[in-house]
């Protein structure tokens, strides 16, 4: 069986999203899954040229930034699926949103980025996801993402 990615099986706007969005041409394109150990999810990812900071091979903490950001939300709602016993399509959609990211140290763009990310700390309205952001199996980044549970409009 062939595993999707996360936002493979996203549905509706989410999938425009520039960091991990599949609709979204000039995105970044991320592709999330679980990990296969069972602890969390994972993600890589390879920087182009386009994508560095002021100086030559470094990535851009925006794009770190976007990485952890989008990561770790997919990572959310895809636990709270999972949790809840709830498929993609059914309505209304679980949906979170960042309510606070934090990041560290520039990474190098000479090899692809791996994310993992693993929720810490789950209530009904909130998610602190961790991430680290790895290059050749050293870690760059680590980010914090405080994924806050969007409510339907009724």
């Known amino acids: 069986m062939e595993k ?3 936002q493979d099986i996203f549905a509706g706007s989410t999938s425009y999203c520039w960091g991990c969005g599949c609709n979204n041409q ?3 394109q991320l592709k999330s899954y679980w990990a296969e150990d069972g602890e969390g999810t994972i993600c890589v990812w390879r920087p182009q040229a386009h994508h560095t900071a002021a ?3 470094i990535l851009s903490g925006g794009i770190i930034a976007s990485l952890i950001d989008c990561h770790s939300v997919c990572t959310a709602m895809m636990v709270a699926h999972r949790d809840e016993n709830v498929a993609w399509s ?3 959609a679980i949906i979170y949103i960042t309510a606070s990211l ?4 520039p990474t190098s763009m000479a090899h692809p980025v791996t994310l993992r ?3 810490r700390e789950q209530t009904e309205r909130k998610m ?3 991430c680290g952001v790895f290059s050749q199996d050293e870690v760059c980044a680590r980010g914090e993402v405080i994924a806050v549970r969007l409510a339907p409009k009724t």
């Open 90 to 92: 059914s309505e209304p």
């Open 128 to 130: 602190r996801v961790e």
């Open 4 to 6: 999707s990615a996360f």
């Open 117 to 119: 990310a693993t929720v």
């Open 102 to 105: 934090q990041y560290l140290k």
């Open 26 to 28: 000039y995105g970044l």
């Open 55 to 57: 100086w030559p091979d």
